[in-house]
């Protein structure tokens, strides 16, 4: 639920999931872009110009946020697609249409979208990985539920469990054996052991990652089991030596 004007910034949804998202009571605008495309704008905004790059980063600004996006390279004459693309995924939604797109429109800089406004009753669809932003144009009311099918289900697991391929490139849609690390093996395990019981069709392209995750899991327990000893030892052995001590005090 939110007021009119309410609305984030520029994002994509978590663990390459895709959603669903209705409005019960009130209206919405939505924008849609390719991660691709969204490159790509960055890149015109900085080939206009300075006072078009310094006008974009300002937006970004306005509503508190602090020179962590590199803003600071503005004022070495620097003009990064990479501050202008982190500028743009920081501008509320509010600024994004209604400051954001006039300011590109009088620059002649377009770029590749879809919108949509989605009204009381309508149900929208999300796929995974597109960039968007969300502007509620009324006091709005709506429920959202992230969604995971045989299309994203692999990085679905990749993403929730942290994995990272051994070239420390992008995530091939099917190649789970080149796993290397896992940052939470307890997360891929759990979702491992729903796909198991839910949709076992399904399993085979995580299978080198499931079992990747099963094997740190039993190795993360051993080692707890053996520090857990040693604590107990070396705590028995402090206690026994400062009873001596005590004992040749007297």
Same mark, same amino acid.
């Given at each position: ?204 392209? &995580?299978? *080198?990652?499931?079992? @990747?995750?099963?094997?740190?899991? !039993?190795? $993360? #327990?051993?080692? %707890? =089991?053996?520090?857990? &000893?040693? *604590?107990?030892?070396? @705590?028995?052995?402090?206690?026994? !030596?400062? $009873? #001596?001590?005590? %004992? =040749?005090?007297?």
């Amino acid at each position: 639920a939110g007021p009119a004007g309410a609305g984030g910034t520029l994002h994509t949804d978590p663990d390459a999931t895709g959603y669903w998202n209705a409005v019960i009571h009130g209206r919405k605008r939505w924008m849609f872009i390719h991660p691709d495309d969204l490159r790509a704008l960055a890149s015109s905004v900085v080939e206009q110009g300075s006072s078009l790059v310094k006008a974009v980063v300002q937006l970004s600004t306005e509503d508190g946020y602090d020179d962590g996006l590199g803003v600071s390279q503005l004022r070495d004459g620097s003009l990064s697609v990479g501050v202008v693309h982190n500028a743009l995924h920081r501008i509320p939604a509010m600024h994004w249409f209604s400051s954001l797109l006039p300011l590109l429109a009088d620059a002649n800089v377009s770029f590749p979208h879809q919108e949509a406004f989605v009204e009381a009753g309508d149900v929208l669809y999300g796929p995974p990985g597109l960039v968007h932003v969300v502007l509620t144009l009324e006091d709005s009311v709506g429920c959202s539920e992230q969604l995971v099918d045989q299309i994203n289900l692999a990085d679905w697991i990749r993403d929730a469990a942290g994995a990272v391929p051994k070239d420390g490139g992008e995530h091939q849609p099917t190649a789970s054996s080149d796993i290397a690390r896992l940052q939470w093996p307890v997360d891929a395990y759990l979702s491992c052991k729903a796909v198991q019981r839910h949709w076992p069709e399904l399993l085979e392209p &995580v299978k *080198d990652l499931c079992n @990747e995750a099963e094997s740190r899991l !039993a190795e $993360q #327990r051993e080692r %707890r =089991r053996k520090h857990t &000893v040693t *604590d107990e030892w070396e @705590e028995t052995g402090a206690a026994e !030596a400062l $009873q #001596r001590a005590a %004992r =040749r005090c007297e």
